[in-house]
Each structure stands twice: as C-alpha cells, then as structure tokens.
C-alpha cells in the first residue's frame, strides 16, 4: 500500500517501495517545511506549474537524485534547459512509468516563472492523476473548481484526491467541498493554506462540511505527518 507524506504547503511525496515521486517540491523558503531539498530521495519530480511555491526546488533535487522530471510539455522543457532529465506530458496525455502511470489533467490556474524579467513561459499549469501501488491519487495543483472535475471522478476511481482549499489564488472550502462531490474520492486531503497571509483558512472548517455533505473521509495532514493510501 502507497504511503503519503505531507510536506507543507502542496508538497507531498507518494512511497511505494523502494520508489517514491514528489509533487511540487517547494522546500527551500516554505515556512512550513520541515525537511530541505537535500533531505528527499525521489525517482520522479511532478510539477504542476511554473509559480515558485510548485517549482520549487525541482531542479535542485531532480539532479541530485538523477530523478525524471514529469511535467507539461513547456515547464519540461525549461527544466531540461536546466540539466535535468525530462519527459513531457500534455494535458489529457499519461504514460507508463516504472514506478506507475501519470496523467496530466487541466488545471484553472496560471503559470510561468516570474522572477525572471522577461517571465519564462513555463505552459499551461496542470494536475496529476498518479497510479501508483494500486492507488489512484488525483493531485489537483493550484485550480479553480471546474464541472470537468466530475469528469475524473467518473473515469477514475479515486482512492485519494489533494484539492487546494486557500482561496484567493485556488478554490475555496466551499468550491473545494464542491470538487469533491463531484470526483468522490475514497479520502481527501487539504493543501495550500496558511503558507502565506492571503492563504489563511481553517482545514477543519473544510474537514467538517466534507464529513457533513459527501462520503469522503477527509485527512487534515501537518507537514510531516504520513498517511496509507
Ligand atoms: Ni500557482
Ligand atoms: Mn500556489
């Protein structure tokens, strides 16, 4: 059975065995990590966008490990350009990987990287459905609800949804309550809150109206706590 850690902020590692992927390893200047980017050891890097709470320290930890870079076509491409090993993906497109499958999903979101004057257009920001030991996990990455959601609840059984609850710049609870009526994952987890001021929204407020209005279990995760699949 796949194992989840929570990270901070929408950082998670997925486990299964010997292999473990990170989605959006922001670690380096997250106020709610507590682990840097020299303490994960990963097979895959899956960054949904090019905003620098997602991209984080993917470069830096994709080389160290000679881990895959897996991501849309564009932010693949700036990661490559960066020396690290890459496979493109594009929204609606997955593969079969050694460790499990991976599909990119939309996402209602920007992206780029905008430190950089001119930015870098890093594509369009994406989610991840992600197979793995048995498992379907949907990791939605920054979004707004969208109806498509029930979309990937009716194709996929989804053992596990991570749905970002912080309002402001991705749905709120109420939305995100929403998202999961309409993909009815067996769990859900809540992500990117209370990272920054704009974020500052209570996981338990989301916990109780998922208990009060839908069938999931809801997991309200602190960075570094683990969960089974
Ligand atoms: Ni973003
Ligand atoms: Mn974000």
Redesign the pocket.
């Known amino acids: 059975m796949p194992t989840l850690k929570y990270l901070g902020?929408?950082c998670f590692t997925v486990t299964e065995g010997t292999d473990s992927v990170i989605f959006d390893p922001f670690l380096e200047g997250n106020p709610q990590a507590i682990v840097g980017p020299d303490d994960v050891d990963v097979v895959a890097v899956l960054p949904s966008h090019g905003?620098s709470?997602?991209i984080g320290d993917t470069v830096r930890i994709a080389k160290r490990c000679d881990a895959l870079v897996i991501a849309p076509y564009e932010l693949a491409v700036y990661c490559e350009r960066q020396g690290c090993k890459t496979h493109p993906l594009h929204i609606g497109g997955g593969r079969d990987f050694p460790f499990g499958r991976v599909k990119l999903t939309m996402a209602l979101h920007g992206s780029g990287i905008m430190e950089e004057e001119p930015p870098i257009y890093t594509g369009p920001p994406c989610g991840f459905i992600l197979t793995m030991g048995g498992k379907t996990i949907y990791y939605a990455g920054?979004t707004g609800l969208f109806g498509d959601m029930k979309l990937i609840g009716d194709l996929n059984t989804i053992d596990l949804a991570l749905l970002?609850i912080g309002d402001n710049?991705?749905m709120g609870i109420d939305d995100a309550v929403h998202a999961v009526k309409l993909i009815r994952p067996a769990k859900v987890v809540p992500m990117?809150y209370k990272t920054f001021d704009p974020i500052m929204v209570e996981p338990e407020e989301f916990a109780e109206k998922v208990a009060a209005q839908t069938s999931s279990e809801c997991i309200v995760m602190e960075p570094g706590a683990s969960i089974d699949i």
């Open positions: 902020h929408t905003h709470d997602h920054d970002p710049f991705t990117h």
